[in-house]
């Protein structure tokens, strides 16, 4: 009998899978850093907890942290619902905290291990259509690192099919943690990705880890579907904005052109204010609407503009 599989980007589908097959996730940690699959020969499982203070004031579970054999830690975490400020949040609670509890008091600085973050996303975070974005302390004049001890990596996942440039096993990885389903007759005949889809498969069929699935997962869509009705609440005060700056550049129009005490100026400067006035709003909608991750066509049609147009207003 077939059965639904998890999606891997759920938190803790990810961890358990990865816990259990660590050839795969060699293989994974491989293509994200562009080394070949023999690269990593062992790793270690480290349990990690970040301090409790956190931006929700909940436990900092670290998603899965290992250390390779030549030293290395390499820490995944799944974001699924955007978050504000994610860049900064990311770099202050999983690279600088995770980088300086290598460390206890006493110890030399000769003892700390490069640390690689990779953040699975399931939301656009950069305007750019890069889905792999990799992120280092560099000179900003002559571009050289100022060390090699901190790597951000982020994984857009709905980018996939927008950048050409990643390397096929990326792809792949990324693939998989989006739609298992999808690709698993293609996939699976490779030996890594055999693993995890057993694994998966396991963890799918596993009665006491389908309640705690489908209780994570509706958590996590009743976190995406609040985000979406913010959203679509800033989208009508956002149009509100757009009546208004309307009505203000008409106003404005019509008073620049009876002070001209022309009526050619009255026409001109009613159609350029209330131009102007819609174009300042729109901009400013479609602006915090791309911020909030909603898509460029969902914008334009709210927008009633060509995507095109809204490409170029945001700089893309």
């Keep these: 009998m077939s059965i639904d599989l998890f999606k891997p980007y759920v938190d803790f589908v990810f961890k358990g899978l990865f816990r259990k097959s660590p050839n795969a996730?060699?293989?994974f940690i491989a293509?994200?850093?562009?080394?070949?699959?023999?690269?990593?020969?062992?790793?270690?499982?480290?349990?990690?907890?970040?301090?409790?203070?956190?931006?929700?004031?909940?436990a900092g579970a670290v998603d899965l942290l290992v250390e390779l054999d030549?030293?290395?830690?390499?820490?995944?975490?799944?974001?699924?619902?955007?978050?504000?400020?994610?860049?900064?949040?990311?770099?202050y609670y999983y690279a600088t905290r995770l980088y300086g509890d290598q460390l206890n008091r006493g110890e030399s600085y000769t003892e700390l291990q490069p640390l690689v973050c990779i953040h699975i996303l399931l939301f656009n975070l950069f305007k750019e259509d890069n889905a792999f974005n990799s992120f280092q302390l560099l000179n900003i004049k002559t571009h050289n690192p100022l060390t090699q001890h901190l790597n951000m990596v982020f994984l857009e996942l709905k980018k996939i099919e927008r950048d050409n440039t990643l390397n096929e096993n990326l792809k792949h990885w990324m693939e998989f943690m989006r739609e298992p389903a999808v690709y698993r007759n293609?996939?699976?005949?490779?030996?890594?990705f055999q693993e995890a889809y057993e694994e998966l498969e396991r963890l799918s069929k596993d009665p006491e880890q389908r309640l705690a699935y489908f209780s994570a997962f509706k958590?996590?869509?009743?976190?995406?579907?609040?985000?979406?009705?913010?959203?679509?609440?800033?989208?009508?005060?956002?149009?509100?904005?757009?009546?208004?700056?309307?009505?203000?550049?008409?106003?404005?129009?019509i008073a620049q052109g009876i002070a001209q005490g022309i009526v050619q100026g009255k026409v001109e400067g009613k159609a350029e204010g209330m131009a102007q006035g819609m174009m300042q709003a729109k901009i400013e909608m479609i602006t915090n609407l791309f911020c909030d991750g909603m898509s460029i066509e969902k914008i334009a049609q709210l927008a009633n503009m060509n995507p095109d147009?809204?490409?170029k207003h945001l700089n893309l």
């Design 25 to 27: 996730l060699k293989d």
């Design 31 to 58: 293509a994200v850093q562009g080394w070949s699959p023999d690269r990593i020969q062992s790793l270690t499982y480290l349990d990690h907890s970040l301090n409790k203070q956190d931006i929700e004031g909940k």
């Design 70 to 91: 030549s030293g290395e830690r390499i820490h995944f975490e799944v974001q699924v619902v955007p978050q504000p400020f994610y860049p900064e949040r990311s770099l």
């Design 186 to 192: 293609e996939l699976e005949k490779q030996q890594a």
């Design 219 to 253: 958590r996590l869509k009743d976190e995406e579907s609040r985000e979406k009705d913010a959203a679509v609440i800033k989208a009508r005060e956002l149009a509100q904005t757009l009546e208004n700056g309307m009505a203000q550049g008409i106003a404005q129009g």
């Design 309 to 311: 147009d809204v490409r």
